[in-house]
């Protein structure tokens, strides 16, 4: 057992950022991305045996998205049951911001991020930050490729809306 465990520390420790910003991500909360990371290493240790791949950070990311599902399903919210709109205007700023705007802007894409349905974040974190083949989105989300090629495509547009949607509402304060 304890070989195992040593190779487990070996292959999943070094994921322990990965597996809590996806985490965060889906469950939005510092608290509850902590547990559903804990609760991930415990049932990935007790699984090790079957791990027969050669990826321990997809294989982990996907217990990790499991148990983050979970969690949700335990404890859903009014506002994770709200449907998303996606009719809104993109209109955009013709004006370039100045780099002093940095900071406000990361705000803004974080805040825009949180407002898009779970199932549109996960994808865009996966295969924008975490650099998955499509395949591999495929695989760990269970769906077609043509599924995968359709969502990320939508939480794209979402996510540019959301953002457009924000810099309207800044030129109205600075009004």
């Not at 990790?64 to 949700?72: E, S, T």
């Not at 989105?137 to 269970?142: E, G, V, W």
Request: charged fraction near 35%; charge should be negative.
């Amino acid at each position: 057992m304890e070989e195992v465990q040593s190779i487990f520390e070996k292959l999943c420790l070094p994921h322990l950022d990965a597996a809590y910003n996806f985490a965060r991500l889906v469950v939005e909360r510092d608290q509850d991305a902590e547990d559903v990371v804990q609760e991930a290493y415990v049932r990935a240790l007790k699984g090790f045996e079957k791990f027969h791949g050669n990826d321990a950070r997809a294989w982990l990311l996907g217990i990790v998205r499991n148990a983050a599902y979970g969690r949700l399903q335990k404890h859903v919210r009014k506002s994770d049951l709200l449907p998303f709109e996606a009719t809104i205007d993109a209109e955009t700023v013709g004006d370039p911001l100045p780099d002093s705007y940095h900071e406000e802007r990361v705000q803004q894409l974080d805040e825009a991020l949180k407002r898009l349905p779970v199932e549109l974040r996960e994808i865009l974190f996966l295969r924008e930050i975490e650099d998955w083949s499509y395949r591999k989105l495929a695989s760990t989300l269970k769906v077609s490729s043509e599924t995968v090629v359709s969502r990320l495509s939508r939480a794209r547009q979402c996510l540019q809306q959301e953002l457009a949607r924000a810099g309207r509402k800044e030129l109205k304060h600075e009004l």
